[in-house]
Each structure stands twice: as C-alpha cells, then as structure tokens.
C-alpha cells in the first residue's frame, strides 16, 4: 500500500499515489498535474480548495435570443475562481477516486488521455455563473474532457457548477450513475463526441434564468451538439431545466443515430426534449409539464415510441406559435419521414401533436400509429385542444390511434393539407429502405428508384404521387430532392425517405473552354461553421481560363437564398450564381466568360465541391404574382360561406378543383392588388373518381372592379389593362371542369430606375407584430419613425389596444422614396423593459440566422446589425401610389424583440430598387362545407363515420351531425350533400 503524501500546489504524480485525509489550500495557485500512465491516485476524501479573491461583482448584460456557439466576452474574469484542481495531458490507464475539487475555472481536466476511471469524486463549487447572459463561453465548471477516449465517470458530483461535464471530440466514454445537478448552464455538453453511453445519472436543475424570467436562455440539463453521434442515453434525470435534453445544430454539423431512452425531461422550462437533428429515436421518456414535450423543427427521419407527453403548455407557455403550445411540436422547419408510434399524448394546453412547416414546402412522410391523444385541452389564451393540428403537410399517415376528450378537432387540418389518412383498423409495421441511387443527377436524367420491400409501394416525388415498385423518374428543376414511399395495403404500413441532388443541364469544367451565364454547384463543407462565422472569412470560388472570375457570398453560404429549408444540414449545399448580376454573391471578373478551372480559396479544411457546371438559363419573370387565398364554392351568391378544402371526393386529396353545376372558385386578396394579366389551367381527361373535362363556359370576375373576362382553351395568360381588384371570381357553368390552377400578375411590379432619381410616393406601411406578456412591467405603446439617411422623415404613436397578436396593423407613415436613399423603419416602445421578465413587443420575421445588415438594433446611439443572432428580416408591405410592394410572408415567426435593455430600438432597412417578386399565397382551410360530392367507398365498406356539425344528406336521406355520424351503407358511390352552414372535418370508411 502507498504511503500517504500531502498534496501541494504544482504537484507532478507519475506514481500510485494516496493523499493523507485533510483540507489542502490552493486558494490563487496552481493545481496539481498527473503525467503517469497506469496508475491509481486514492484522494482519501482530501479537499482541494482554490479561487482567488472576487474583484468584484460584473453581472453580463446580453439579451441576444440564441447562443449557437462561443461568446467573444469568455468567461467572467472576475468572479473568485483560478486555475484548474487536476489536470492531465497524454495519459492512459489512470484511476482517480475519492478526491474533492472547488473554487478552481475546471476541477478536472483531461486533455488527449484515454482509459481513465473516475469514481467518488467531487467536483462541485467550482466555476459558477448563474448571472451571465445568453452567450455560452470557455469549456468550465466540474470536469472536462478533450479528446479523451474510452474513460469511466461513476458515482461522482459536480453541483454549483457552468457545466458538471463536458465532453469534447471525446468518444466511447462510460457515464453512469454521477450527480450533476443544478449548474448554471448544463449538467451535459457534448461537442463532436460520440459512441458514449450515458446511464441512470443525475443532470437535473441545468437551469440559468432570473425569477421571473420568460426564457430560461439555452440553459438545459443535457446539450449536445456539433456531430455528436451514435451516443446512448439511458435512464437519467433531465427534469427542472431550462430545456431537459437540447440537441443544437444551428451548425452545418449534425448530431444523429442517438438513442434516446428511458429519461425524464419533465418541467423544464422550454422544451422537455427540443432537437433541430435528423435521424434519432427517442423511446419511453417523459417529457411532461413544460412548455413543450417535444420540439422537433428541422428533425427529418425521427422516431418517437411509447414517450408520455402531458401537461406541456400548462405551467409553461413559454414561445407559443400560432396554434398555441402543444405536446409535440414539428414545426418551423423540415419534418420528413417521422414514426410516432404508441405514445401516451394526454392532458397538453393546445394541440397534443402540431405539425407545420411551409406552404411550399410541407412536412411529408409521416406513420402515427397506435398512439393515445386524450384530453388535449383549450387554452385560455384562445388557443384549441386538438388532438392533432396540421398545416402544410403532405402524406399522413395515420393508423390505429385513440382519440378521447380533446376539446378540439381530434385531427385538425388546417391550411394546404394533402394525402391525410386516417383508419381505425390496425396494421403490421415493416420496416423497409429506398435502395440507393447515386448522389448527383442533372435534370431530365433517368433516375431507376425501387425499395426493399415485396409490398405494394406508394412514392411521393415532388408533390406528386406515383404508384409502383420500380419507377422510373427524372426531375425538371435542379436542388435537394427528398423523396419519400410508403407502403400501401390493407394488412400492412411503413414508410421510408431518402434524398439526392440535381443539377442544372449544363457543361463540367474539362480541359476544354466553356462558358455560360450562371453556375451552379455542389459543396460540402464539413468544418464547424460557427468558427467560420466569428472568426474566419467564407470561401471563395474562383474560375479561370482565358478569363478569370471570382465568386464571393456577401453573407455566409448558409444564408442566401438558393439553401432550401435547413435540410442542406445532411451533407451538400446546392448553390446557383448568376454570373451576369447575383443579389448574393460578389461576382469580380475581367470580363471574359470562358473557363476551364476552377478552385476554392479558403483557409479552413473540409470544403470541397462535389460538382459544379455552367450553364445559361432565362431570367425567372419578375413579375408580381399572386395565388390563392381563399377559396368558396356556392350556387347562391347571397350566402356567406367559409372556404373549402376537401373538393376532391373519395380521399382523392389532389390539387386541382372539379366544379358543381354553377360554381364558382374564388380567391381574396389581403388588401387590393394591382393586376394586368391572368393565367389559368384547365385540366382534361386526368383520372380521378370523376372524368374531368374542359368548362362549357368560364369567366374570370374582378373582384372589386365591376368587371369580367372570359376564358377559353386549356391554358392561358390573358392580358388585360392595369386594374385595381380585391380578389378573383372563377364562374364556371358546367359540372366537372377541372381548375389546375388560377393565379395572376403585376408586370410592372416596382420597377425602380436605379440610375435615375424617380420617386416612389408611400401613403402608408402594414407591419405585423406579437406580444410576450412577461411576470414584470406594461407593453406600452410603441413608436414608430421612417429614418432618411440618418433623418427621421415622418413618425407615429400606436396605442396597445390597437395591436393584434400576428395581425398586419396598417400605420399611417407617408413618404416619398429615393432609390439612391437609404431608408429604415424603426420601432421601440415607450416604456423600456429591463429584460426578459417584461411585457415587450415582437416584430414577426421570417427565419431564425445571422443579423445581415438589413435589419438590427439600435441601443444608446450604436447600431447593432451583425455578430449576434436574430429572427430574420421583418414583415413589412408599402402602400404605395402604384400598388403595393409586399415584403410579406406567409410562414410568419414570433420574431424579434422591442424595447428590451440594449434592444431598446428595432430596425429594418427598406429598399424598393429592382424588380420584386412579391407573395404567393396558397392557403385555403380545412373543412369541406357546403355543396355536393360523390363519395367511392372500396366495395368491402359497410359503415362510414363522419365528423363535423350540421345538416347533410346522403343518397337523398337527411341526417344531422353532431360531432360524429354513423351511417350503414350497402352502395360503393354515394351522393353526398352539405346543408346551408354544415361542414365535414373528416370522412372514414369501415
């Protein structure tokens, strides 16, 4: 047995060691250093206490809403902490127990060493922080490990600590049975760590917020992030954090093929479980009683199995969308390819389930099956109970699910919802794969795709939907594909996604010469991209030849518009550059365009491009369109009816319109557009469950302007004079015409004479804002000024009654612009709150990334407009003498904050110069209402049910409908009919 030795600042240990019992003062000195290999070092319970003396008090002021990686402030130099207790570098094979650590930056750390055991340890008190801001920092707290593989921790504490444990690029590590509980950041961070096992530990209370804050920042028990992969969580404690488990990948690397099991993330502040990652399972957790149980934006190919999530949005509302807070929540981002199979989804404050994304780009892809959604509840603050809530998606799938005692719809689809299946009668799963293609096609190449299943096999390409095993399939616009399938049978289900890339036809770089008007590439990046952002230049492409041009972002790669959703997060990102004139990319050349090389210049590893053409192609029209709306069918004008979804009978959910007998498909502008030209399709002859023709006789009613047009042929764009109309009435005089789509046009859509000095008379501006109605303070009212090159042009009070939560307001600013000019909106209110915990206004936006100088803060006299991270470009539309310009959008976020300490002023830059493609809108309702259909039933059918209220009739019998309708039928084809204000949410067959 070693002899016992009395630790020492400084101290080197190359041998077995055993400390004598005892308090040892480190207090401003160094810790101890092990530089042995296969050794044991027994601590005898010895205490080592360091820190040094608190300067004074600095508590950090930040109010940015997302940390997405390290602050440049560092840590708090102030605070009475130094150095680090134990530290190793290169070391393999050392045991380590029964040693306490405080007062020191890290108790442990180990750089580069491998097959450690840590057990009985005690880390905590030492680097603390529970008054910083929302920025992260340094690597501190309890213990840290870099590059360290294949290490034991059991049974050892780190509370009172920034981080209890932190692993980083350190791989195949043991975690089990430690408390790391209440830290003031995380009781886990994992960056780029993987293959670890994490089993029955304690990282509750990872929480950092004041008492009566909103938010609780990114605090969170567990964070793992940056392509931490393959790691196994079991049986932990998670609960009472500001997020219980936080998978953060606002990086371009993600963190997939994690096992997720057995945890309880309950009341957390945020979200119990919120991940922005594809392809991990989560089994048998609980994610109960916080402001969602799950959050999933941006987390295709998931799995969620036998997880109960109730009680969210009760205690915690924190962050609610449109529909409220929900139990899960896919929303705001890519949801493809999800199995949400037999979970307890109970007692939620809003939806149990709420699926969204965009209009053009819906979630897709889902199995729900044999799941309980019970008693889902209203919220008080106006918000529905659904059992499920549905907006943009296509292919749902769901199957054998039980639905009790929601006080709203129990599936509720509200706007653009495709392909929803519902049945009753339970299915086998199987599990099957898309057999793999290659990575890169170019458009119109013959792609061969089939699955490994022997079942019949639905595919869902680009919003169209194919039926067969083996299809042969070729796309007409290049970028990031998903593709999905799904099988179709009576006794069986599953589905199953994958994804590639199309490029443009074009010309690769050879030895010989070629040129063209645009580029596009390929390029996979696999370096951290936060690092690129604060400290790094972005690459840059160079082409040369008997030219030379070099192509470099004006933002980051990641932010310009060609990225499609956060989906280009798998592997590549498609990128096309318009080598004449591109809004994203400086574009230097010497004029000549032919080519035959080309490089990367970039001072950072892991950027290469995959493929890259030249190509030319014609400038999209730069006209302004505008799509639907709302859309009502009637055969009397004099009712007033609520838009129609459903009008394809028998579940055919395709896209088109079949008309009534005197019918009519109407859209409804937001406000009175300008428009001089039309363009329609009929469509003729397509199989449906009715034979759809070309219309008797149509016209097109302007809406507003006491005029009309008629329409012949199948397809057309009818030019007409400049008119100012509130909407389209489509009137068509015979049954079964077939309407594929009705939109229309402004050519002369703010064209601005960059080079000239016209001006742009503005009467009014439309901005659109929320709320958060915190525990302190008043929303006041707000102020809000039109800024001319540093001048304030025109201003105005708007009073806080008059402000809708998410509804346009319209302000009356008048003023003439200059495209030489540069102006900007700026808002505040008048009572400025102190932080978070206030009532304080949002400005709705339209994404979540880096601040690009176009919109940002203003606070004592300094512009804020890059380096932190906010919500997106602003919602705003110009009144103008012309029409108006529309910088609208339909998938509109909460958005950034106003009149919050060093928020004091929101501000977003206006600029008219240039063609602008202004919004299409393309969201009609949820709910079949009145008029006649003809409903298919499969022959085997003997009952359908029917939800929704009110008077129908079916095969001329009258029933009423109150929440639900049972009808036996013998028939295949039934007419079916919808009496005055009835509606039919929903239609199942037995």
Known sequence: MAAFIKPFPGMRITEDVTFMPGVYNFYNLEGIIIDGNHITIDGSY???????????????????EFSYGYSDKKYNANLPYKGIGIRSVKTRGVTIKNLSCRGFKIGLSLDNCENWHIEACDFSMNYHHPEHGWDDHDDLGGVVLTNSQKCVLQNNKANQVWNALTLRHSNENLIVNNNFSYTSNVGLRMWQSSHNKIYDNNFSHGLRKKPNEIHARDSSCVLVETKSCHNHFKGNDMRYGGDGFFIRSLNNLMSTDNIIEENDMSFSNNNAIEAWDEGNIYIRNKANASSYGFWLGNSDNTTLIENEVAFNGCTFKN?????????IAVVNGSGTNFKVIGNHIHDNSGPGLAIKNKSYYPSQNWLIKDNQFIRNRD????????????KYVQNIHLINNIFEANDGRDVYQDKACSEVIIETKDKILVDFEIKKVKKIFQVEESIILSTTTNYPVVWYIDGKKIKGNLIDYSFDEPGLKRIGAKIEHKDYCGIASTHLYVMPQGESFSNKMISGTHIALLLRIEDDYIEWYQTSEEPRIELSGQGTCLLKPKKGFYEHCNSIMNEYKYDLLYIEVNLEDDPH????????????KYKIITDRAGVQI???VLFSKKPKDSSMMYGIESVRTSCNDELKYKPLDKQIETYDKSHYWLSEDKSYYQVNFKTPRYIDSIEYEFLDNITTDRLISFPEHAEVELIGANTSYNLDGKRKRLVINRIEVEGLRLHVSSKDAGLKYLNCFDSHAYLVDIESNNKVKVESLDVMLAYNNGDNGQVSDLIVEIIEDGMTLVSTEVEYGQVEFMKPINLPLAFEYLPKRDYMVTMTQKEIQEDQSGKFYRWCSNKIGPMNGQYGFISNDKIIDSGRLGWGNMWYRL???EGLFDKSFEDELVGNRIGIKEMEVLFQKLDMTGYHTGLTYNTKSSELRRGKYTLKCHPNTSKIVMFGK????INNETYMIDEKLEVSVKETVLDLSIINEGYISDIRTF
């Open 950 to 953: 009110g008077e129908v009739t």
């Open 319 to 327: 962050a609610p969308e449109a529909f409220g807070n929900a139990g």
């Open 610 to 612: 995959e493929d890259i």
């Open 585 to 596: 990319f400086d574009v230097v050349s010497d004029g000549k365009s032919n080519y035959n």
């Open 46 to 64: 010895a205490l080592f206490v360091g820190g040094k003396e608190l300067e004074k008090q600095e508590v950090d002021i930040d109010t940015s």
């Open 879 to 881: 009144h103008t003498k």
């Open 379 to 390: 919220d008080q603050r106006g918000y529905l109970g659904h059992g499920i809530y549905m």
